[in-house]
């Protein structure tokens, strides 16, 4: 399996270009702010091409380059249905500031055509069998997505060939955290039930690709970060990094 990130220009947000192999039709996921022209050499270099873009959830850093990557090629995206609204209208899922930000500065289009994502549902794209996971929290819509496959990783190293399921966690699951959930959709509760019933029963050398940040695995999260060695604990305090 082919795995390369490409990262985004603002809010360090992780765009992956999925394949079987190299010189083979490619899932790419979260495409965010500024990611067209690396997207573009990484498709180039590898000579990959694009069958459809999956996203994690409807946030705008995650969404913001779904249209031009899918209108130039005429493919589909999928998102989950809580999420669909903020592909129409991103902000309604920024907070007052984040929307202060932003400004009306930076243009935004819907993707022309829109498939729903559901909880347990595998999907058959570009040769690989991706299982969703609905895991709201971070927002209402938000999934992980998981495939089996032997890793070739461009960009920050993973070990190549290793044998391992693959997460692509999106705002879910980060490195020595998780997703914040104080934006609008976001729901603390339904974050902890996720973290439990969803990113819990996964095993331990599951690897790991998030939204923000290093790859890491299941094994160290659950031996180090402080969100799931405290599931129990349904006090446990909201995070309030990134995105």
Not at 219 to 236: H, K, V, W
């Amino acid at each position: 399996m082919f795995v390369a990130t490409v990262p985004a220009q603002a809010f360090g947000t992780n765009c992956y270009v999925v394949a079987v192999a190299e010189g083979e039709q490619c899932v790419v996921i979260d495409p965010g702010i500024g990611v067209i022209a690396q997207l573009d050499e990484v498709l180039a270099e590898h000579r990959l091409h694009p069958a459809a873009v999956v996203l994690t959830h409807g946030h705008v850093d995650h969404t913001f380059s779904v249209a031009p990557v899918c209108g130039a090629r005429g493919i589909t995206a999928y998102v989950h249905p809580e999420d669909r609204e903020l592909l129409a209208d991103p902000a309604k899922g920024l907070s007052m500031d984040l929307a202060a930000l932003f400004g009306g500065r930076l243009t935004y289009a819907e993707p022309e055509d829109v498939a729903p994502l559901s909880d347990g549902a595998s999907l058959a794209l570009a040769g690989l069998a991706l299982t969703v996971d609905h895991a709201p929290g971070h927002t209402g819509g938000s999934v992980m997505l998981r495939t089996p496959g032997a890793v070739a990783l461009a960009g920050p190293a993973l070990t190549p060939g290793r044998e391992s399921t693959l997460c692509f966690s999106g705002d879910v699951l980060f490195a020595g955290s998780i997703g914040r959930t104080d934006l609008p959709g976001g729901d603390h509760s339904a974050m902890l039930a996720s973290l439990r019933d969803k990113v819990l029963p996964l095993a331990d050398e599951t690897v790991v690709l998030p939204g923000h940040g290093p790859s890491t695995t299941i094994g160290r999260e659950r031996a180090s970060n402080p969100y799931l060695r405290d599931i129990g604990d349904q006090t446990a305090a909201a995070p309030q990094r990134g995105w």
